[in-house]
């Protein structure tokens, strides 16, 4: 089944509160403009940005159920902050909700937050979009989205670092995937 960007926007408008649902078409917009850049499928990367934050304002409880029901989300994930457990979770919710069946676009959506080993090119440009957004300002981002105009690969590798530097300044744990990923990176 494929919805129009319209579709998809009011699918997700009641799940967002306005300033993350504005944050969405920020984060659609330049995941489109990535993907021309970088030659990734636009359609794909549209609709994985449009959904990717569709979980974000479920509660634990809820994000946690569908975490320890799927064998396919590692179980660990749950002893990690549960900011991460958006993005799987919300995968699993719309292949059944949504019926989206494209794994590329479910893959996009469940590690947009944590970057994951050996990342396509459509979750670098989702994670990517994620990371640069116009409204997004934060040390470093700056330096990521002049690295995006030029190499995609690096302006996610800086994303990471900033990460896991700003993780481990502040004493927090690092997800496994997050390590996997920037290691696949380097």
């Known amino acids: 089944m494929h919805l129009s960007r319209d579709q998809l926007l009011d699918f997700v408008r009641p799940h967002l509160k306005q300033s993350r649902y504005e944050h969405t ?3 659609t917009d330049t995941a489109v403009e990535l993907a021309i850049q970088y030659g990734a499928d636009v359609q794909k990367a ?23 029901n ?5 179980n660990d994930l749950l002893d990690y902050h549960h900011e991460l457990w958006h993005g799987p979770a919300g995968a699993l919710m719309l292949e059944n909700e949504l019926e989206i069946k494209d794994p590329e676009i479910l893959s996009a959506i469940a590690c947009h937050t944590s970057g994951k080993k050996n990342m396509s090119l459509l ?5 990517l979009a994620d990371y640069i957004e116009p409204g997004r300002n934060f040390e470093g981002v700056e330096e990521v989205r002049e690295l995006a105009k ?8 800086q994303s990471l670092v900033n990460t896991v530097h700003f993780l481990t300044n502040n004493k ?3 997800y496994p995937d997050t390590i996997n990923a920037y290691n696949a990176l380097v």
Not at 150 to 157: F, G
């Open 25 to 27: 078409v920020r984060v």
């Open 46 to 68: 549209e609709t994985a940005s449009i959904l990717h934050d569709f979980a974000k304002h479920k509660s634990k409880e809820e994000l946690k159920h569908w975490i320890s």
């Open 70 to 74: 799927d064998e396919r989300v590692p």
């Open 123 to 127: 979750d670098k440009v989702v994670f």
């Open 150 to 157: 030029s190499d995609l690969d690096n302006a996610c590798l």
């Open 172 to 174: 927090r744990t690092v």
